[in-house]
C-alpha cells in the first residue's frame, strides 16, 4: 500500500472528509488532494502532521507497517498489590491510545492515594501482537511509584495478563501480577486467576 492509498483508507475509517483531515493536519485541502491522488509525495513536515492527524506513525502513513490489532479504547486493569503489608488487588479505569506498536496508557486511582493508590501513565511496545513490554509512573506528585510491565496479549486481543516490577507506595521494589481487560470483572477475575494459580 503506498501513501495515498493509507491516506485515503485511514481517511475513510475515521469517518473525516478532506476538508476536515486538511484542517486537523495543518495543510491545505488541494495539497491532501494531491497526496490522496497520488500526484505529489508529502514533505516531511507534512507527513509527520499526517500521520499525528491520523493517529498513525509514519511507518505506517509510509506503508511498510500494518497492524490489524486496534487495542485504542477505554481499558479496565488490574493490579496485585499491597498497603502496610496487606495484599489487595486495584482495578481501575485505563484509557490506551496507539499509534502502530506504541500504546498510551493513562489510568486513573482505584482508591484515593491515602489508600494506596495513584493516577500512573506508561507505554508500552507491541511486538508481534502478541506481547506488550513497557513502562509505568505515578502522575500524583505525593507518590514515587515506577516501573516496568510485560504482559502476554490474548490471541484476539481481549485482555492481557502478565507481571508489574517497580517501586511500591510503600518504597520497596517489588513484583505482583496485572492485568488488562475490556471490563472491570474480567481484569480483576483474571489477576484472582493468577494469583490463586501461583500458590504452592
Do not use: F
Request: glycine fraction near 10%; include cysteine.
Amino acid at each position: 500500500m503506498d501513501i495515498s492509498e493509507v491516506i485515503r483508507s485511514r481517511r475513510a475509517a475515521l469517518g473525516l472528509s478532506q476538508t476536515e483531515l486538511a484542517k486537523k493536519a495543518g495543510i491545505s485541502l488541494r495539497q491532501l488532494a494531491r497526496y490522496e491522488a497520488g500526484d505529489q509525495q508529502p514533505v516531511l513536515s507534512a507527513a509527520v502532521a499526517l500521520a499525528d492527524a491520523l493517529g498513525i506513525s509514519m511507518d505506517e502513513l509510509a506503508g511498510r507497517v500494518s497492524y490489524g490489532l486496534d487495542l485504542s479504547g477505554e481499558w479496565w486493569c488490574a493490579w496485585q498489590t499491597w498497603k502496610d503489608g496487606a495484599p489487595r488487588i486495584d482495578t481501575h479505569p485505563l484509557e490506551v491510545l496507539q499509534r502502530g506498536e506504541v500504546l498510551q496508557l493513562n489510568a486513573e486511582r482505584a482508591v484515593p492515594v491515602a489508600e494506596g493508590s495513584y493516577r500512573w501513565r506508561g507505554e508500552l511496545r507491541l511486538w508481534d501482537n502478541e506481547a506488550l513490554i513497557g513502562w509505568y509512573r505515578s502522575t500524583d506528585a505525593a507518590v514515587r511509584s515506577k516501573g516496568t510491565l510485560y504482559l502476554a496479549l490474548h490471541q484476539h486481543g481481549e485482555y492481557a495478563w502478565g507481571r508489574w516490577v517497580g517501586m511500591s507506595y510503600d518504597g520497596p521494589v517489588v513484583t505482583g501480577w496485572g492485568a488488562i481487560a475490556r471490563t472491570e470483572e474480567q481484569a480483576h477475575q483474571v489477576v484472582l486467576d493468577l494469583i490463586n494459580e501461583s500458590r504452592p
